[in-house]
């Protein structure tokens, strides 16, 4: 079946600093949204992308719908230690309308 | 709010059991899911259902099975838990594409 590539699968980073991952995919998707989960907890929605080239942010957060609708990114900025937990990326399929999820990133942030 | 209610967060069940998850969403979504959480792994669809009564397999279908009777409720049910299925179980419910989750069930099977 359809496949996310969501890297790097962990970061171990220091307070502070920048945070950069993304997700590819041989398919097209017509959407693309990012998730955080926190241990104990479900994935909770971050940002969600409709269209090719956009780009959103949310706070401290900003994520980029890839032109070629592969492909997404997510960053943060100024990491905190409440940043920590897994994030997922999710797209849904130009082919099946279904979503599809990463593996996930599981964030650490050194206080 | 959209608010997607797991009965469980943590059970403990023996081999050979039935055992059922309950998942109540209280946004009158017409789409709900049934995901498995491993390491690694990510997020892996087990069922769907986009209407009552209506029900259709993920990618990892085998082992499991599903009710949707009423509209905000759907259950996922392991007709013979295995250790295998030592796992964390995310419910769903789904509209215009963002899919809201709930607190997850973390089940192990000994």
């Known amino acids: 079946g359809q496949q996310l590539n969501q890297s790097p699968q962990s970061m171990f980073i220091q307070e502070g600093e920048d945070v950069s991952m993304n997700c590819t995919s041989s398919?097209?998707?017509?959407?693309w949204l990012w998730y955080k989960q926190e241990p104990g907890e479900g994935p909770v929605l971050l940002i969600a992308?409709?269209?090719?080239?956009e780009l959103t942010s949310n706070g401290r957060l900003t994520a980029q719908f890839g032109i070629t609708r592969k492909d997404s990114f997510l960053n943060i900025s100024a990491s905190i230690p409440s940043d920590v937990g897994i994030y997922f990326c999710?797209?849904?399929?130009?082919?099946?309308?279904?979503?599809?999820f990463g593996q996930g990133t599981t964030l650490q942030v050194k206080p | 709010d959209v608010k997607v209610t797991q009965s469980s967060r943590y059970l403990v069940k023996r081999t050979g059991e039935k055992v059922f998850l309950e998942c109540v969403q209280d946004?009158?979504?017409?789409?709900m899911f049934w995901y498995r959480q491993d390491p690694g792994l990510g997020l892996r669809l087990i069922y769907f259902?986009?209407?009552?009564?209506?029900?259709e397999k993920g990618d990892i279908p085998e082992g499991y099975s599903v009710s949707r009777e009423k509209k905000e409720r759907f259950s996922l049910i392991l007709e013979s838990a295995s250790t295998n299925q030592t796992s964390m179980y995310l419910c769903a419910s789904e509209v215009n594409t963002e899919a809201f989750f709930g607190q997850g069930t973390r089940l192990t099977v000994v």
């Open positions: 259902s986009y209407d009552v009564k209506m029900k």
């Open positions: 398919s097209i998707f017509n959407t």
């Open positions: 999710a797209g849904q399929s130009s082919n099946t309308g279904k979503l599809i």
């Open positions: 992308l409709y269209k090719a080239g």
């Open positions: 946004m009158d979504h017409e789409n």
